[in-house]
């Protein structure tokens, strides 16, 4: 394992003076690292066996003492990365000798806050933002484990053990009161940058390895028909509670998440092969395409409705929500109603 410092003269870059810029490869493991050592010679001048810049180059002695300056501070990088017995790379050398931060000494939130850096490119391209939203929700969970498991602001990558990952466990269980299924997509979504962190050499293994996720068993939550023909016929004196409930009835019979029913615009109902109307729009979430027949009762509601960009007026998931518990109670349905529920419903009520 030594480590080879080599300067060369790039001669294909000869500059208007007849100077080509000096070069420093580091050679370590197997692995090169070349960068510019910010000196410029006349090729003629340098000495490659000798590693020296002879006369009659003007500053030969200027070159020489920088050269020397630079291999002994990249000699001092390798000793001290020597000293603390840690495996590293050429890349960790280059990092010391510049005085940057080196792989081995990013912690957990700096280095989630640098994937996030990172990520926050793609929204838009390959991500949307709601999902970057996601995994700085998840940041911020690590970030108050840690100060109440530490007492810390942050935690040193080099450290994480499985254990770590238990106790995170344990804190959003007990601490934070979250659902199993919630901790399962969160810890799902810190395992994403610590994966990162290995492939870019940041850590030797995954210390997360071993975790085994904790299976959940859900009921899956749906209007029975009887339900469903209760929900229809109750007739509300409020605005708000029939728009929701006109809403709620389409979903059910049309399946559309919330986001595409906020999007539903009049180019995406068409005519379908078998001359009936058709809904055919994208998906945000799967980016795939949807396809569901216009049912009568759907239609119907759909026709009440005329607006000027989008079939239905907005309203926001969260009011939406909060307006179906309302109607839940004055009608008697002790199921807890979301907006999710019609796609459930449209699935194993309507379709089938």
């Known amino acids: 394992m030594k480590l080879n410092i080599l300067f060369i003269v790039s001669k294909t870059k000869l500059n208007k003076r007849g100077k080509c ?12 690292l070349h960068f510019a050592t910010g000196q410029f010679v006349n090729p003629k001048n340098w000495n490659s066996k000798q590693q ?38 050429v890349i960790d050398i280059y990092s010391l000798y510049k005085g940057e931060k080196s792989t ?17 490119k793609f929204i838009n391209i390959d991500i949307k933002l709601a999902t970057w939203k996601k995994f700085e929700y998840v940041k911020k969970h690590v970030q108050s484990f840690i100060k109440w498991q530490y007492k810390s602001k942050d935690y040193p990558l080099k450290d994480l053990k499985l254990q770590f990952l238990s106790d995170f466990e344990f804190y959003l269980k007990t601490e934070k009161h979250i659902g199993q299924i919630t901790i399962n997509k969160i810890i799902q979504r810190f395992r994403k940058p610590i994966k990162i962190a290995v492939a870019e ?19 899956v939550v749906f209007l029975s028909p009887e339900e469903l023909q209760q929900f229809e016929d109750y007739e509300f004196s409020q605005p708000r509670l029939r728009f929701v409930k006109d809403l709620f009835v389409f979903c059910c019979y049309t399946g559309l998440p919330y986001n595409e029913l906020m999007h539903l615009e009049q180019k995406h109902i068409v005519k379908g092969f078998d001359g009936n109307l058709w809904i055919q729009m ?10 569901i027949p216009l049912l009568p009762k759907a239609e119907v509601i759909l026709n009440k409705y005329d607006g000027e960009a989008f079939e239905f007026p907005r309203i926001s998931n969260q009011r939406y929500n909060s307006y179906l518990k309302e109607i839940a109670a004055i009608i008697g349905i002790e199921k807890r109603l979301t907006t999710h529920i019609t796609r459930k419903t449209f699935a194993s009520t309507v379709a089938v």
């Open 52 to 89: 020296l810049v002879k006369p009659p180059e003007p500053d030969a002695e200027i070159i020489n003492t920088q050269l020397s300056l630079i291999k002994t501070k990249i000699n001092r990088a390798f000793l001290m990365l020597q000293i603390q017995e840690i495996n590293f790379t």
């Open 282 to 291: 994208k998906r945000e979430k799967t980016s795939k395409e949807l396809s």
């Open 21 to 32: 810029p000096l070069k420093c490869r580091l050679t370590y493991n197997k692995k090169r």
């Open 104 to 120: 081995r000494d990013y912690s957990v939130i700096e280095y989630f806050e640098r994937y996030l850096n990172k990520l926050k």
């Open 201 to 219: 050499g940041y850590l030797d293994r995954d210390p997360f390895m071993l975790h085994k996720t904790k299976t959940v068993r859900t009921e």
